[in-house]
């Protein structure tokens, strides 16, 4: 998970909001209420958000758009917090898997039960949460730096057996490159590209090339 800046809500979305609103209040029933929050599911919204997000998940940084659409994530969930269903600010792009009933749904962890989650558009997931590759075990973990970040990574299953081996198998190549950085500067260039906010798993990659700039800081003092 990394920092991402949205950017400016699409123009359907801030052209719609306030109507979209109104009939949401305007509903009556469970079918007209259903009706009215579908209305951010327009494709404005949804190409806004894989650009901001570089067609990956908000939370695990899978890619996700060669082999799915992507769900527009409510972070705040709607089915709680409907005020927020046409909110700019609360739209996330998210795997079905993360945002799937067996993680995120319709949960949010409020601070008594250790939450919030950790929100990518308002905060630095770095400081809730460390990303770690284990180059013996070749396991790229992500662990939870506070309780909020233990929450998020266990709420959303950022450490799940299938999403975790394949991040593994990732990082191990990327791991091997890094080792080499410090002095080769193709596999210097090539760490930078795995760091890019549009490269999934940047995060893990930023923090190999920071260990890198460390290792180099101490062999020079």
């Not at 009939?23 to 009556?28: E, F, G, Y």
């Not at 695990?60 to 046409?86: L, M, N, T, W």
């Not at 409020?110 to 308002?122: D, R, S, V």
């Not at 990732?170 to 260039?189: H, N, S, T, V, Y």
Request: overall charge positive.
């Amino acid at each position: 998970m990394i920092r991402v800046h949205r950017g400016r809500a699409p123009a359907a979305l801030a052209r719609n909001q306030k109507q979209w609103r109104k009939s949401l209040a305007r509903a009556k029933t469970a079918e007209q209420r259903k009706l009215a929050l579908r209305r951010y599911r327009h494709d404005d919204i949804k190409n806004a958000l894989v650009a901001a997000f570089h067609g990956k998940c908000a939370y695990c940084e899978s890619y996700i758009r060669h082999v799915d659409y992507g769900h527009i994530e409510h972070f705040r969930p709607q089915s709680k917090y409907p005020a927020k269903a046409f909110d700019w600010t609360n739209l996330l792009l998210a795997c079905g898997v993360c945002n799937g009933s067996a993680h995120k749904g319709d949960a949010f962890p409020l601070k008594a039960h250790g939450g919030p989650l950790i929100n990518p558009c308002a905060e630095e997931p770095a400081q809730h949460l460390s990303f770690e590759y284990d180059p013996v075990a070749q396991l790229a973990s992500v662990r939870g730096r506070t309780p909020r970040g233990q929450t998020t990574e266990t709420r959303l299953g950022l450490n799940r057996n299938d999403l975790r081996a394949y991040r593994s198998k990732q990082l191990k190549k990327l791991w091997f490159i890094a080792q080499r950085a410090g002095q080769d500067p193709e596999a210097r260039r090539l760490l930078e590209e795995a760091a890019s906010p549009s490269e999934p798993f940047s995060a893990f990659a930023a923090a190999l090339r920071a260990a890198v700039a460390s290792s180099s800081q101490a062999d020079q003092d």
